[in-house]
Nanobody, 120 residues
Framework: QVQLVESGGGLVQPGVSLRLSCAASGNILSINQMAWYRQAPGKQRELVAPITSGTRTTSADSVKGRFTISRDNAKNTVYLQMNSLKPEDTAVYYC??????????????WGQGTQVTVSS
């Protein structure tokens, strides 16, 4: 059993920064890819940024140059540093992890979601 707990969302004005965190706990042997997704009202969930176990990263064109994903393997935690936030970044943000359990099985887990609202 693995749980992902997110934190760091909130209501902010355009142009400011936020950092989201997502910590995994449970019967974890290792974690392959970690990622952040977001879902805006009335839209499909979209991939924001993934990071591999080898710390290779990519990001959606809409956040390139503003958002940075990183991970701390010792803490089983993934971060999303969001700078220069825009109203169109408003969404529920979800972390996602591909986890190798201590049993050797691989499962994909999701966080509960954290609301980010960018508004003046």
């Amino acid at each position: 059993q693995v749980q992902l707990v997110e934190s760091g969302g909130g209501l902010v004005q355009p142009g400011v920064s936020l950092r989201l965190s997502c910590a995994a706990s449970g019967n974890i042997l290792s974690i392959n890819q970690m990622a952040w997704y977001r879902q805006a009202p009335g839209k499909q969930r979209e991939l924001v940024a993934p990071i591999t176990s080898g710390t290779r990263t990519t990001s959606a064109d809409s956040v390139k140059g503003r958002f940075t994903i990183s991970r701390d393997n010792a803490k089983n935690t993934v971060y999303l540093q969001m700078n220069s936030l825009k109203p169109e970044d408003t969404a529920v943000y979800y972390c996602n992890m591909i986890v190798i359990l201590t049993t050797g099985l691989e499962y994909t887990y999701w966080g509960q979601g954290t609301q980010v609202t960018v508004s003046s």
